[in-house]
């Protein structure tokens, strides 16, 4: 069975921007093989934090994972309906333990309270085991978007996929990613 850590989660502040760019880009490492370069940058980061759209997931050691949940209307490009999430991370040496959705539950519900009838999001098209992964979610494919990058290694467009947060406040017992002690 897979050990559960006791975790707590909140708004990223200021004083976070170092931690969470380095978690940033240490859980992106994985996409190096076909792009160049970090995720991120601290003044990314930065103006994220402050923008308030970031949540990170506290344990005892600091900060284990995060995730950007913009609000309806607040992500260009996005039906004004829609909420979206991005840049989700978590620390590789914690992932495999629930914790990734454990956040997206938790920015399901953020987005569904803030009057969001879908969650967006979007996801480079060479990781097919996110697909997979957001699938096991309930999100599905809606469409595709080009994506031009200088340290691309090689051609890629995004995949935009979406879940409908009706219903999105209880789950059936058992289904993958069941809130168990937190
Ligand atoms: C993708 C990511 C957020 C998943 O978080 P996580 O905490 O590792 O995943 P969880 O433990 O919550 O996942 C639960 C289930 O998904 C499976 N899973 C985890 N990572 C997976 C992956 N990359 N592909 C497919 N399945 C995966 C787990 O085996 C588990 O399945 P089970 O319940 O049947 O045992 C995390 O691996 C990560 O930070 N990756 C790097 C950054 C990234 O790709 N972010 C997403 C960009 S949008």
Not at 143 to 153: D, E, M, Q
């Amino acid at each position: 069975m897979t050990p559960s850590i006791a975790t707590s989660v909140r708004r990223a502040r200021s004083s976070d921007t170092a931690a969470l760019t380095a978690l940033v880009n240490r859980a992106f490492a994985v996409e190096r093989v076909f792009l160049d370069g970090d995720r991120t940058t601290g003044d990314e980061i930065a103006a994220l934090i402050a923008s308030g759209c970031f949540l990170v997931l506290e344990y005892a050691e600091g900060i284990g994972a995060a995730v950007l949940v913009h609000g309806p209307g607040q992500r260009p490009g996005v039906p004004p309906s829609h909420a979206y999430l991005g840049m989700l991370s978590v620390e590789p040496g914690l992932q495999g333990m629930g914790l990734g959705v454990r956040l997206v539950r938790v920015a399901e519900a953020l987005a569904e309270a803030a009057g969001a009838t879908s969650m967006s999001l979007r996801i480079i098209n060479l990781r097919e085991d996110l697909t997979r992964w957001y699938r096991s979610l309930g999100y599905r494919q809606v469409g595709t978007t080009p994506f031009t990058h200088p340290s691309l290694k090689r051609p890629a467009h995004f995949i935009d996929m979406t879940k409908s947060l009706e219903a999105a406040v209880c789950y059936p017992v058992g289904e993958a990613g069941a809130v168990g002690a937190a």
